[in-house]
């Protein structure tokens, strides 16, 4: 069965040090991947994914993530936090046996804290 | 870039009553919709998706039904509310024409049952 899983619950950081917020993924065949933000009371908003091509990605407000097919991971990370980073995070892959609906699978979701 | 507008922002129905969520897609036509469930501020469940008007899939058995009457609007309903629906709602989109595969989120509805 495809899965994503978001390891830790909550990550505290101090703001300027490096963040790192994990995901690990389980589907068959080239994964989709995706990262995106959820500020209180809003909605999603899409950080960057992975297609194909360079393992690195680099996304909106900073963040990055590096594809890790081996390892199959897909962590977010930004090299120096900022308080209005703090806000809940989720990595997503793309339902790839169903893949013409663009259905998507979540993980549970991180909370970010970054503290000054 | 498309914008997917949702209303109303917030609504405290009592238990029993009908229920009618709006959502609608600017700048972009033929989208694949979706809406979501958020329960607490956490995980999301995608309750219903739609990839034309008229065909809709739902994920789950539940109180609350969708519709598509037209491309770029759709609709979330209940004949009844029961407190379980409390949530906060969330309309996506997959634009077509493009290159990119994104889910795109509206703002979301705050649904209080009371």
């Known amino acids: 069965a495809q899965s994503v899983a978001q390891p830790e619950d909550q990550v505290n950081v101090a703001e300027g040090n490096p963040l790192t917020v994990k995901c690990t993924y389980s589907v068959s065949g080239n994964p989709y991947l995706f990262w995106y933000v959820q500020y209180p009371n809003r909605g999603l908003q899409f950080l960057l994914k992975?297609?194909?091509?360079?393992?690195l990605v680099k996304g909106s407000y900073g963040f990055e993530a590096e594809f890790n097919k081996s390892q199959t991971s897909f962590h977010l990370k930004k090299p120096s936090a900022l308080v209005s980073d703090s806000a809940l995070y989720f990595c997503?892959?793309?339902?790839?046996?169903?893949?013409?609906?663009?259905?998507?699978?979540f993980g549970q979701g991180t909370t970010l804290q970054v503290k000054p | 870039s498309q914008t997917i507008h949702q209303w109303p922002a917030t609504l405290v129905q009592p238990v029993g009553s009908p229920l009618s969520l709006e959502c609608t897609v600017e700048g972009t036509s033929n989208p694949n919709l979706y809406w979501y469930r958020q329960a607490a501020g956490r995980g999301l469940q995608l309750l219903f998706y739609?990839?034309?008007?008229?065909?809709i899939s739902s994920e789950v058995p539940q109180n609350l039904s969708a519709s598509r009457p037209q491309d770029r609007q759709f609709i979330l309903s209940s004949k009844k509310l029961l407190l379980s629906d409390s949530g906060f709602y969330l309309c996506?989109?997959?634009?077509?024409?493009?290159?990119?595969?994104?889910?795109?989120f509206g703002p979301g509805t705050r649904l209080t049952v009371l």
């Open positions: 992975y297609i194909t091509g360079d393992n």
């Open positions: 996506a989109s997959i634009g077509r024409g493009s290159r990119v595969d994104t889910q795109y």
């Open positions: 739609s990839v034309g008007i008229g065909q």
């Open positions: 997503a892959v793309r339902d790839m046996g169903q893949s013409n609906t663009g259905k998507l699978i």
